[in-house]
């Protein structure tokens, strides 16, 4: 008998989903635990000491823990073989639309290391600029189209919700 037990964690609102979702792939369910932690502490940050004051913060966990177990003698070895594809299948995270900041920090730094090179040796103004010009063309062509993004995005996300889709249907058909 090669019986396996495992504890996942949910949000409250999601426990009977969840159930009925580690069902499908042969666990039965054993038990569920409601962890809620309530913690309140005092911070003081660098304004806090500027204007002599104390935050309060508080952080909560709430969380609820089911446990399961299973027989993987007794259940269709293909379950367990979607149950693993399926935990490790993660939906694509879009890029940021924002500026390059390595470039953008590189470019500020050349203006300032070129803008004090130029006042102490009395250079031109100008000769800075061209610096300020290069590490601009650099900050423009290191930073992707909008457009781009968006098109790897979509072709993720795509091949994602087809995976997805074609794993749930054979889950489906077993």
Not at 7 to 16: I, L
Not at 22 to 44: A, C, M
Not at 166 to 173: A, F, I, K, V
């Amino acid at each position: 008998m090669s019986e396996e037990i495992k504890s996942f964690k949910v949000h409250p609102d999601y426990e009977s989903e969840e159930i009925n979702y580690r069902q499908r792939f042969g666990w039965e369910f054993v038990s569920t635990q409601e962890i809620y932690n309530k913690d309140t502490h005092l911070e003081r940050g660098i304004s806090d000491i500027i204007l002599d004051t104390t935050t309060s913060v508080t952080e909560t966990t709430h969380y609820v823990k089911l446990t399961f177990k299973r027989d993987r003698s007794k259940i269709n070895p293909r379950l367990v073989e979607i149950e693993e594809e399926l935990e490790h299948l993660s939906p694509p995270v879009r890029s940021s639309y924002g500026c390059d900041w390595v470039a953008g920090l590189v470019g500020a730094g050349g203006f300032l290391l070129c803008g004090i090179i130029a006042a102490a040796l009395n250079n031109s103004a100008i000769y800075a600029m061209g610096w300020v010009a290069v590490l601009i063309g650099v900050f423009i062509r290191r930073k992707k189209r909008t457009s781009d993004i968006e098109s790897e995005y979509y072709e993720a996300k795509k091949a994602y919700d087809e995976k997805l889709e074609q794993l749930m249907r054979e889950l489906d058909s077993i």
